[in-house]
């Protein structure tokens, strides 16, 4: 490929907003997890979406990989240049361009950060649901599929997303989906991109959905004498059509973990977080019946949080429990796995791999977004001990198996970068074909964010 | 292409349920609409996925062309065979295979109805919600990316199609999805199957969410001074969060049509239908809310529902619509368009096409889904006249241009087929030819529903 003469081009593009530098080749090589990969060979910053363009035809004619970059927080090494080329950072695209409360929806530059999204929203009466915990980028949320605590209500970015800007491997820009709510106008391209993990193009521009900023909130927290009981209690809360804004559990680990980082004294025993949005009277309803239902499965010790400071309280011990998790084994890192099933199949799942975990040298708290299927372990490894980190791999492959026995998926939300790209033709069978054949269909050179989701060629 | 041999294969395969009959082609060359073709060689009546796999690879062999048939009700001409070819009749495949009540979810065979599977899942306390009016096919309907009267509750077939199996034009057989809630494995095939109308393979098993059954419901019909006002009522409903299950709005026009047809006296304004689906308490808190937001925007004749009776004379009246349209005019067809646009520009929308019909020789009442902002005009046709076809084009062409000056879709919810491909060069400008260049990866040989969707090769 010829580097050399792209990054010339490129330089004569975007000016000293391509960067050589080693501290920033070497910024953008960095993973939070244990997926580790060389820089990429420069990193570009551009401003709009033509300068994309002009990116991807400059790189196509030299035949150099393009990787997306937004905030760096994914989980499966899907922004690392595996093959050099240019890492394309979407930090200097984080603009607003368009608020439409009538509509309820929003047009935002990639960069923008849900955390900054919602600041700019704060005061339309409106917000952007989808908090996958980190503050990561809305591009990045886009392109690896995201969810998180409040899927189970607003749905993830799959439902979320109504419309995109991308520009394609060889420079052509393209709009999918319009600002209308719906259409069944041809094949959904959008629902394509969303999740395709930088393998097809790279988006310049999202339209959103935004939902009314609910008039009351609620929470509560309560343990139950096992998992099963917590799980049979969700399951009956959705059966009854009590919506859930939020349904998280924690496992007795967890729970040690979140007592010991955050001065707590919850019983160690599984516990569900929950929260309904609603109208006041709604609100009450709602958090009246889950109490029955709770009840109904044994669970105990349940406090509301109706005021704003101690919901606030809750729902940081929840965000902070992966910091806490780590605390529990100084020196440690995290691997965080990531199985999604059908709910029926949830506490099987749960108590499976907490087995396997009680027979392993490696800790593993569980936490999860109970009303999707959707758990996490928190591996926590020694980054140094490569016996450790190949236990991880194996509890993290038992996980996966598992979850694709009980009919599941190996990634309810990570996506698969190339951490979990070993997974793929278990779960997808001659899909994973189908898949390479789109990706050749848009990206016949191979360019876009190469050695990712699809099957090396 | 070699036909004759393919139908003697076929016919060893599948004896007497491969009919070559001129009574079975030509019920399968019929549509609903103004749009015709000729019938198919063949039609061919499958019993299970292995036949369905079994007629594609033969097919595929012979170079000839597959289309789809689930119950016939499409309005753009999905399932005509506009090449010849083998029309592949799913009804013997209609079976509901597993009921799943604790993760919410069925699978279905493709050739079920909506009405059918309602019925199969009366006592369980689950429904499944998308109702295009027509008794369709779940397959048809997951094709065509149907929605309807519920979608602003309940999403469309989008939303509520979890995973399929698919026979690919090679006769390959994929399963897209899991039956967990949600993934971040890989590309969305599942979405992109869902409104490929056939031409990218052929749906042999459905899996799809289901929803408790509501506990109250609550149904309400009220009259507003004009179409500005009622839209602008449903905006701020949406706004305040009150979640409508059904809203829908008739012209004066429908509303006229209507009450000569279902002996109703309705005042001749542009009129609301709305329901509520919840407990008790929620339904009368959404009701009275609701009743409140449209008092401000001058409603009148509010009329509530509650007693199912009521109710049900309420649904049956607007269901009735689209006949009570064509009963307006003896003797014509109803050529019926669908588009779809940002609910803020919604009122807009329907005003210009109002002033379009008011100049035009065919009357054409118009209904719709407001809180997806998509519309239907009825154009009520003379088939038999030339002159008033040429002008129902018109009108429609009018109406989809207007549509994505707004900022919106050519169809909302009925789909491509052959009769809206010449709006897709200006929907989707290149976004429509990486849909043919996806359409060349999965179908090379261009055999699966050949002109419909994708630009004609």
Not at 123 to 149: C, E, H, Q
Not at 232 to 258: K, W, Y
Not at 366 to 374: A, F, K, Q, S, T
Not at 410 to 419: A, Q, R, S
Request: proline share 5%.
């Amino acid at each position: 490929m010829g580097i050399d003469a792209a990054l010339l081009e490129l330089e004569t593009l975007l000016g000293d907003r391509l960067s050589r530098a080693k501290a920033v080749r070497d910024q953008h090589a960095q993973s939070e997890t244990h997926l580790h990969a060389g820089p990429p060979d420069a990193v570009a910053f551009p401003r709009t979406p033509i300068e994309v363009s002009d990116i991807a035809s400059i790189c196509a004619r030299h035949g150099v990989p393009m990787v997306g970059w937004g905030a760096g927080t994914s989980l499966e090494g899907h922004a690392l240049a595996l093959h050099g080329g240019v890492t394309i950072d979407f930090s200097h695209m984080d603009q607003v361009l368009e608020i439409r409360p009538e509509d309820m929806i929003v047009r935002v530059q990639p960069g923008i950060t849900r955390e900054a999204l919602n600041t700019a929203l704060r005061d339309t009466g409106l917000f952007f649901p989808v908090d996958p915990g980190a503050n990561a980028s809305i591009g990045g949320m886009a392109a690896t599929r995201a969810s998180g605590t409040t899927a189970v209500r607003y749905g993830t970015m799959r439902d979320n997303v109504l419309a995109l800007e991308v520009v394609l491997a060889d420079g052509r820009v393209i709009r999918t989906g319009t600002a209308a709510p719906k259409s069944a106008a041809g094949y959904d391209l959008t629902a394509l991109f969303v999740g395709s993990e930088g393998t097809l193009g790279l988006i310049t521009e999202l339209t959103l959905r935004l939902h009314g900023q609910p008039e009351a909130v609620s929470a509560a927290v309560c343990a139950f004498p096992d998992m099963g009981a917590a799980v049979n209690c969700v399951i009956e809360t959705i059966q009854h059509g009590i919506p859930m804004a939020r349904i998280e559990f924690l496992d007795a680990a967890s729970v040690a973990a979140c007592n010991a980082f955050a001065q707590m004294a919850m019983p160690l025993q599984p516990h569900l977080l929950i929260e309904f949005h609603g109208t006041e009277a709604g609100v009450a309803e709602q958090a009246e019946r889950f109490g029955e239902i709770a009840a109904e499965h044994g669970s105990a010790g349940f406090q509301w949080a109706a005021r704003t400071e101690d919901r606030a309280r809750l729902w940081k011990m929840r965000h902070a429990a992966y910091r806490a998790c780590l605390a529990s084994r100084p020196g440690c890192q995290g691997w965080v796995t990531d199985v999604c099933v059908p709910i029926s199949r949830l506490a099987e799942a749960v108590e499976e791999t907490q087995a396997d975990l009680a027979q392993s040298p490696v800790p593993g708290p569980i936490l999860g977004h109970v009303g999707d299927g959707n758990f996490h372990a928190i591996l926590l490894v020694d980054p140094e001990n490569p016996a450790e980190l190949a236990e991880a791999k194996r509890l993290s492959g038992r996980m996966a198996d598992r979850a694709l026995r009980l009919g599941g998926t190996v990634t309810g939300e990570h996506g698969i970068g190339f951490g979990k790209l070993g997974y793929m033709q278990a779960e997808h069978g001659e899909g994973w074909a189908v898949m390479a054949g789109i990706k050749r269909a848009l990206d016949p050179m191979g360019l876009m964010n190469p050695g990712k989701l699809v099957r090396p060629s």
